[in-house]
């Protein structure tokens, strides 16, 4: 005799409002989509039960809910990947797309993020090098941003920084600040040349730069220096930091006009007009 499988009553079934009952399979029934949000399950004992599942409808609800939890979760990694590794708030929004448009070597810039995943690999960096305001920093940060969009970690910080953490650490304390530069998978250090020409300065940015330099992770740097005193140092300390500088960094010259010069102008004309002083500016310069 042929073993027959035993239902087990279910209870009252309560319909959404978005659902009825099939009266061909007895099973709740999406009105939307008309996948049905029920199974008949049957276990070893031939006892059956049904059992919710998800419609078609609710299988992409689900699906976009987790994306957005996926999306929040990765906008606040990035969001912390930012505050950490850019201090300077005002440098946080420079990215690429704000581009005054009188920066020709921005297509470098923006070549070295692109590409940064290969280019990390042999250790290859950037030294942005030209006048002063010529957007050396907004260059600098504009990789930042796109590398810690793509939650690439990436530290920048300036000479002078780096001088003000170091004074008066100790041996342990010291290694540990170094490790904290390292951690990062792009290291940015902005106004080399500033630094005091004294021995402890000195040993100071070599310390720093010697340190990165044998983890084989890449760095970029920004300087108002020519290029002719970074490759002919006119003694051993400064030679000692540049040569590894060089060794892992390529030079890319910096030729726009003097920003901040241009930005003093645009502010000096804005407040000039909204004071009624513009027909009197010789007598504020």
């Known amino acids: 005799m042929k073993e027959e499988s035993i239902l087990l009553p279910s209870a009252e079934v309560s319909l959404g409002s978005e659902e009825y009952i099939d009266p061909e399979d007895g ?4 009105s939307k989509c008309g996948d049905a949000k029920q199974m008949i399950l ?14 078609s409808c609710e299988q992409e609800m689900q699906k976009r809910q987790t994306q957005m939890q996926q999306e929040q979760e990765r906008c606040t990694r990035i969001e912390i990947l930012r505050s950490n590794g850019i201090p300077d708030e005002l440098y946080r929004n420079y990215t690429f797309d704000s581009d005054p448009g009188v920066i020709p070597e921005i297509l470098i810039a923006k070549g070295y993020a692109d590409n940064f995943e290969q280019l990390e690999g042999s250790g290859t960096g950037l030294i942005f090098w030209g006048g002063i305001g010529t ?10 941003n796109a590398l810690i969009d793509r939650e690439i970690s990436v530290k920048m910080t300036s000479i002078s920084r780096i001088s003000n953490a170091m004074a008066g650490l100790f041996s342990e304390d010291r290694n540990r600040y170094l490790d904290s530069l390292n951690d990062c998978r792009l290291l940015i250090i902005d106004d080399l040349g500033v630094e005091r020409n004294t021995e402890y300065s000195l040993e100071q940015i070599f310390c720093v730069i010697d340190s990165r330099y044998r983890t ?17 140092p006119r003694d051993l300390e400064h030679a000692r930091i540049y040569s590894r500088i060089l060794e892992r ?33 010789s007598q504020y310069h």
């Open 27 to 30: 099973l709740i029934h999406c």
């Open 42 to 55: 049957e276990n070893s004992c031939r006892i059956s039960k049904t059992v919710r599942i998800s419609c």
């Open 135 to 144: 957007g050396k920093t907004y260059l600098a940060a504009c990789i930042a």
């Open 216 to 232: 084989g992770r890449p760095m970029l740097l920004t300087t108002n220096l020519p290029l002719d005193h970074l490759e002919s």
């Open 249 to 281: 960094c390529t030079p890319v010259k910096i030729n726009g006009p003097d920003l901040r010069q241009q930005n003093a102008e645009r502010r000096f004309h804005e407040v000039s007009k909204l004071l009624g002083a513009e027909k009197h500016r």
